[in-house]
Structure formats: C-alpha cells, structure tokens
C-alpha cells in the first residue's frame, strides 16, 4: 500500500502538503520512537523488559512483511536467520567482550552472517528459479534442518572459543547489550535503556524499508510482486532483486534475533521450532500483510496476549490465538492496520491519500506523434533474421523450417489458420521457446539462445497474447516501471511515462489502477509499456484480440505510425484488422511458409483459401 | 429447444460474444462457422455454463438455464465435446466412459456401455488401453461415445475435423449423422471446415467478431466463393 505513493512535483514542497501525503505508517513510527523515548519514564522494569521482546518479535515480523508483503517471497525461513543471528551474537559476545568490553560489534557480526546465509540460500533458490511454493518448503524444510541440528550440539566438544553451543539446553551466560573500551570492563545497558535501544533502531529500520519501498527499488519490487512475467519482459532482472530483498530480509531478522540473544542471555534451538516459524507468520498476518506498522502491532497484540493467557506454556494459549488467527483472516483478511487505516480514511477525509499530482503538458500534443525519441544512443538497428527455425513438441512438428527477414523499418504481418505454427515461431523470435534447430539473427548477430530478458535490453518490445499488466498498480506506475527500466532515471521516467500516457490519450485514467481500464485501454497501455524503452524491434501477438471495431481501428493507426520507427511483426487472427493495416502478410500453415504477399494479392489466392478452409490436404495425424 | 438470445459472454472483462442470436429446434443438427478468434468456442463455453454471461439469456427446453451450475446443465442433457476433446489421459478408454456414466448417475448404463462398445468396434479393441495411448481419430470417438454415456439431449461439438486424417474425418461424419438420426440427438457443430459441414448439415450459420452475421443453406455458401473469402478464408 505504501509502496504505491508517489512523490511527484507540486504540493511536494509546501509543509501542508509533505502532512497530507504521510501515510498511516509515517504517524505510527512516530508514535512509537515518542512511546520509546516515555516508556523508560513510566513502565516498571519488568514490563520494560516485556516490551523489549515483543518490539524484537515484531522486528522479527517485519522482516516478513518486506519480503511476503511487499515482494511476495513466502519466506518460512525468517526464524532461521532469526536463529542465526542469535546464535552468532552469543558465540562473538561470549569471546570478545573481554577483549573489546562492548557487544554491538558482535551485533554487527550477527547481521552479517545472517545476510550471508540469507545470501547463500537465496542465490541457490532465485538464480535456480525455484516456484513459490518450493521457497516456502525450502526455507521452512532449512529451518528445521537448523533445529535438528543445534539440538545435537550438546556436550564440551561443541564449542566454539569459550561459547558452548549447548544442544537443547541451549547457550548460556550470552552478555547482555554492553558498551565500553578495549581494556576496560563492559558495562551493561540497564533495562530500560536497552528497551529505549531497541524501540529506536526498529523505528529506524521501519522507517528505512518505508523509505526504500517509495524509491524506484521499492516500485520494481511492487511490480515483481504483481507481474513476474511483464517485469521480466520489461528487462528487470528478477533474481537479482529478489535475493536482494531477501537478503535484506535476512540481515534484518538476524539483528532481531541479535537482540533477542542479549535480550534474555539465552538461546536455544526452539528459535528453530515450527512453532515459532508460524508464530511470525500469524504476527504478519494479523497486523496486516502490507502494513510495515502492522508487523508491530501483529506482534505486540499476539505476545501480550500470550502472556496474559500464561504463555506459551498455558494449555489455552495456542487455543486462544488459533482461534485470533481465524477470526482474523475470515473478518478481516487485510489485517487489522490496513482495516483500521481504510476506516480512519473513510471517516476522516483529510485521511485519505490524495492521488499523486502528474506533471501532466498544458498543451495536449499534437495528433499521434510518436514520443520524442530521448537522444540516448539508440541500440543496434538492423533486420531480424529467422533461418530454418525448426520447434518439436514431442513427436509434433510446430515449427518446421520458417525462414523470414523482418526489415528494420515496417510492419509484418503473420496469419495462418489453426495449428498454423504462428504462437509457436513468436515465441521463438521472442526467445520464450529454443528452436529445435536453426537461428535467431538480429544485426548480425545470434540471439538463438538468449533469454526474453536480454533480448529486451537489446532493443525488443514484447507484448505476448494474454495481457500482461500490474493490475493492481495505476496507469502510470505500470508505465513508469515500464519507463525506468531503460532510464534509469526517476525523474525523466516519470516525465517518459506522461508523454506514452498522453499519446495514448490514457491521462485522465493515469491514477486508475490499471484492472479497471477497459479492455481497450488496458491492450493500449500495455502497447505503451512495450515502446516505453523505445524499442527497435516491436513483437505484437494478437493486440487486437477482444476489442470493438472501435478500438480495432484505433489500433491500426497505433500500428502503422509504430511501422515508420521501427520493425513491428504482428501475429493476428482478426483478418479486418490485417486487411486494413495493407502491409506484407505471411501466411504460415503446418509449421511452414505457405504463402507471402499483400493482403488482396492472397485473398485472391484460391489456395489460401483452400487451407483455411480446412483443405490443406495432408492434414496433421497424431 | 436451444435458444440464445441477445448474448454478451466473454473472459473477465473482454466481451468475445455481441448480442449472439441462435436458435436450434428439437432433432436439428445445426453448424456455425466462422474463422478463428470470432467467438464460436466462446459461445459453446457460454451454453455449458463455463463461463458465465455478461448480458444476455440461454434457455433450453424454455427454461432459462443462468443460474444452472455445469453439472446441472450437463445432467440435463448437454453434452460438450471440447476441441483437444479432453480424454482422461490416465484413465482406460473403459474407465473414461464409466467416468461418464458415474457422472450422470443415470440407472442401466452397464448395458448402455456394452451397446457402445458394440457400435464403435475400435473402442472394445482398445478398452483396456490408456486415452492418451488413443491416435487423434481414435480419441474423437472416445470422447462422442463418452458424450453418448449421460444419454443427452444436444451435443455440443467442437470442432470434430480438427486435426484428423481425412479417412477417419468421413466416419466420423457416418457417426454424427447416425447419432443425430438413429438416437434423436440435436447437434450443435462449431467448424471451420466446410467440406465436414455441408456433408452433414443442410444449414449453417456464418459469425464474425462476435456476431451470427448470416443464416443460409450449407450448399450456397459452397458455391459462393466470395462468401467464403469474407468469412471463412482471408
């Protein structure tokens, strides 16, 4: 939810306006750096040392909410770095602080060896682009592989300097937070100190990831979480910003678990457990997914309610938040922040978020000018070459020997009847398939074997059959994400995203989440997002698929004028669209080039017509 | 018996189907062509109950079917023979028809199943065979008999050439016209094959985009070449 708002120009720079535009989360790190600074004042010590947990649970938690809300890994193993974090802290503070008389260096050690795992198992799980569901089992399957494991480390011979690692008893006699000099005695922060410590850097971690999720990082991992595919297509490179995700992820539920250790001088495996897997899951859950504050509140509301019940040990404890849990997701399945945040805006006006104001141009442009062309060095322009692509499935021949030159400049056009082979060979020149045989040339130079991605940053614009849009995010930040790919650049990605989105007349929609445009809106925007990078090679599979006459006619002329730029191949089966773009037509039929020619030289051709009418002869036999 | 009035379907929010018309009278075996993409699976699709409608209504035997799940509507009398045909590929052909029948819960179908076996030889040869094992022919039967199991009223085909040998596309044709006389089953036909069509059906409806744009007999649309280039070919 936060990710979504957009900083832009005007009321950026009047106080009232930066009021306005601070969401929800803003206010509640607030409250809660204010609640730290009294709380040492005015709780008496044990609760003071409550509070301290739960705050370092619901950091715990928070690292979820990055990754699971905002980026959409399902991350079980948040426990695991949690685990790690506190186990490096008690090993590193138990041998050094006698030696340097302070243990923040060991907290540091512990956010790097978390971030190191986290690094380690993320690059094994991304970069092999393991399935959603396989990174859940695998960071809960490594979890308990750390819990079985550090439950047999009893005994003197697993030390590691003077820390015992202790097996399920645990380790022991962990120092608490100290400060002081090498060479001088530690000396341990009180209580309530401690408390205030922890309170101030959750709420500045908080604020950290609020800030981050506004900044482009933020909106590519939106869009990684909306749209896997587009955001590949638009030559983002997925794995990387995943395992960055997660490795932050992981460093900060390493800190967590850090301060846990020195929290209670203690750890043992059950930081392992399943239980506590879940536990995270549930805080995230309750307080709200998306809800960088929820993680807290989810967290503070389970825990003190836990302890009020007896706590984990109490026979109705996971009773009682079994049964929180349900009530949660069934009633309230956003979480309680985002419910009690849409019912404050709806109460409250001067609540609700304001949509952003777009730099939009005073003077509406021209008619149909193509966007300027940014005087960045165009990539590589020449002709894009099939030679004899050849694509099995098995036993059946999809593709078989296409040989086709697109020039640099111009629309083509690909027809066939069903089975033609048409999808199968775009997918080919996308680079979605791998021949079977034969190549892919674009300038000169083989692309047979290079990802979508790659070919994208080469100078390809990509829109496959089944729309591909972020349909939760607006108009313009699906054209931004669309933009900044290739800019690089915040502001002149913005600017980018306004000219596409007034040449394609989609202004007064630009705030509109884009799963409610109109089914033509929505094909154009998406060809918008296709020439946002200013591609010199345009793949188009059926654009015109659904629309009215309309919006089909519309998209000629969209066409045509992409045409004078640069090299548009379309696959299409709506034939009046075809016939009035009038330009080259091949017809495909059985994997092979049936015939080449315009669109009336071919409706003339009795043979044409002949296999479209299901009279091909041969006819394919499995 | 089959009637469609005024029907906008589509897929979430793209309408394939504009204001569709069709009516098909008891005993009739009617067939739509049109081109690919102009919304002939869309309508069968729309009559089972796979995808809801946008506007519109489908009666069958008067009675409106909108709020009639799929299973209801199948156990009806609608029988939907899908373009890949959709055979259990794991299921022996024996088990694909009992699947059927289990389906329908209709009494008698062991004996219903031994006259199947009987009227399509090829299917007794192969009954302990995988569906995935069957050749593209040898699956279309499959899946006509499998239909035939629910004992329906309207079978719903589409696009029963696709993909065949030219051989095994003539029996099938027997095998329609046999179902539509000797049984008294209406069929709806979706095609774009022309030759298959006028063997079976002495008319046919034209769609494009969305829309029935002529009703005529089968035999004129075979002499009217420029007909065929506006809706069929190129």
């Not at chain 1, 836990?306 to 349900?326: A, C, E, H, K, Q």
Request: net charge neutral; glycine share 10%.
């Amino acid at each position: 939810m936060s990710s979504g708002t957009e900083a832009t120009t005007a009321d950026r720079k009047s106080l009232a306006g930066i009021v306005r535009r601070l969401p929800l989360e803003v206010a509640g790190m607030v409250v809660i750096v204010v609640v730290a600074a009294l709380l040492p004042a005015v709780v008496p010590e044990y609760q003071a040392l409550q509070w301290t947990q739960w705050i370092l649970y619901g950091l715990l938690a928070l690292s979820l909410t990055f990754v699971w809300g905002h980026a959409g890994i399902f991350s079980f193993g948040q426990v695991a770095f949690f685990g790690i974090g506190g186990y490096t802290y008690g090993i590193t503070a138990i041998n050094l602080i006698n030696r340097t008389g302070e243990t923040f260096s060991a907290e540091l050690a512990a956010v790097v060896v978390a971030a190191l795992a986290a690094a380690i198992l993320g690059y094994f799980m991304f970069y092999g682009k393991v399935g959603d569901v396989y990174v859940a089992i695998i960071t809960l399957a490594t979890t308990l592989v750390l819990f079985t494991f550090m439950e047999s480390t009893a005994g003197p011979k697993y030390a590691i300097g003077q820390a015992l690692l202790g097996g399920y008893n645990g380790m022991t006699g962990i120092p608490t937070l100290s400060y002081g000099w090498p060479g001088s005695p530690a000396t341990p922060l009180s209580v309530t100190q401690t408390l205030a410590i922890v309170v101030g850097v959750a709420g500045i971690i908080a604020f950290g990831l609020h800030i981050l999720l506004r900044r482009p990082f933020g909106r590519i991992v939106a869009g990684l979480r909306e749209n896997e595919d587009r955001t590949q297509l638009l030559g983002y490179d997925i794995r990387r910003y995943r395992l960055i995700v997660f490795i932050i992820g992981g460093s900060i539920a390493g800190l967590a678990g850090a301060g846990y250790a020195a929290w209670g001088m203690f750890i043992n495996p059950a930081v392992f457990g399943l239980q506590q897997a879940a536990l995270v899951v549930i805080f995230v859950l309750v307080g709200g997914r998306t809800s960088l504050l929820g993680a807290f509140v989810g967290a503070i509301l389970l825990q003190s309610l836990s302890t009020s019940l007896g706590g984990s040990d109490s026979v109705l404890t996971p009773i009682i938040l079994g049964g929180v849990l349900i009530a949660v997701v069934m009633l309230l399945p956003q979480g309680i922040v985002p419910t009690v945040s849409a019912i404050a805006q709806r109460l409250v006006p001067q609540l609700r978020p304001r949509p952003p104001q777009l730099p939009v141009p005073t003077s509406p442009p021209e008619q149909l000018p193509l966007p300027t062309k940014s005087d960045r060095a165009s990539p590589q322009s020449g002709p894009l070459e099939a030679i004899d692509l050849r694509k099995s499935f098995g036993g059946l021949t999809a593709v078989d020997g296409v040989s086709l030159t697109f020039a640099p400049k111009g629309v083509h056009c690909l027809i066939g009847p069903n089975g033609a082979g048409k999808s199968t060979f775009f997918n080919l020149l996308v680079g979605r398939y791998r021949p079977t045989s034969g190549q892919v040339i674009f300038s000169g130079e083989d692309i047979t074997g290079r990802e979508p991605y790659q070919r994208v940053r080469q100078g390809f614009g990509i829109k496959l059959q089944v729309a591909s849009l972020y349909t939760n995010l607006t108009a313009f930040e699906n054209m931004w994400l669309a933009s900044y790919a290739n800019i690089g650049n915040t502001k002149a990605a913005t600017q980018r995203a306004i000219e596409i989105l007034s040449w394609l007349d989609l202004i007064p929609q630009a705030n509109h989440l884009a799963g409610t445009l109109a089914h033509g809106q929505r094909q154009w925007l998406e060809i918008g997002m296709v020439l946002a990078p200013e591609p010199v090679i345009i793949l188009l599979d059926e654009p015109t698929a659904g629309m009215t006459r309309e919006e089909t006619l519309r998209t000629v002329d969209l066409v045509t004028l992409l045409g004078k730029h640069a090299s548009v191949v379309v696959v299409e089966h709506d034939i009046e669209f075809v016939r009035q773009l009038n330009v080259p037509v091949t017809v495909l039929h059985q994997g092979r080039i049936f015939a080449q020619g315009g669109i009336d030289e071919l409706r003339r051709d009795e043979q044409v017509l002949e296999i479209y009418l299901g009279r091909g002869g041969d006819n394919v036999e499995a | 018996m089959l009637r469609l009035d005024d029907v906008h379907a589509g897929y979430g929010r793209i309408t394939v189907l504009r204001s569709f018309n069709l009516d098909v009278t008891d005993g009739q075996m009617v067939a739509v062509l049109g081109r690919n993409g102009v919304g002939k699976t869309t309508m069968l699709r729309a009559i089972t109950g796979i995808i809801p409608l946008q506007k519109g209504t489908i009666t069958f035997d008067n009675q409106d079917l909108r709020h009639l799940p799929v299973h209801a509507r199948a156990r009806r009398g609608i029988a939907y023979v899908p373009q890949d045909r959709d055979i259990f590929p794991g299921l022996t052909v024996l088990d694909n028809l009992r699947a059927a029948a289990y389906g329908s819960r209709k009494r008698g179908w062991e004996e219903q199943l031994d006259a199947l076996l009987h009227e399509f030889p090829i299917l007794a040869e192969k009954r302990n065979a995988q569906g995935g094992s069957l050749s593209g022919g040898q699956q279309q039967i499959l899946a006509l008999a499998r239909a035939l199991m629910t004992s329906p009223r309207i079978l719903l085909l589409d696009e029963p050439s696709e993909g065949i040998q030219p051989s095994i596309v003539d029996q099938i044709v027997d095998t329609l016209r046999a179902i539509n006389e000797q049984r008294d089953i209406t069929i709806l036909l979706v095609e774009q094959n022309l030759d298959f069509v006028s063997h079976l059906t002495s008319r046919a409806y034209l769609v494009d985009k969305g829309q029935v744009v002529r009703e005529l007999p089968t035999d004129d649309l075979l002499s009217d070449k420029d007909l065929q280039h506006e809706y069929l070919g190129i």
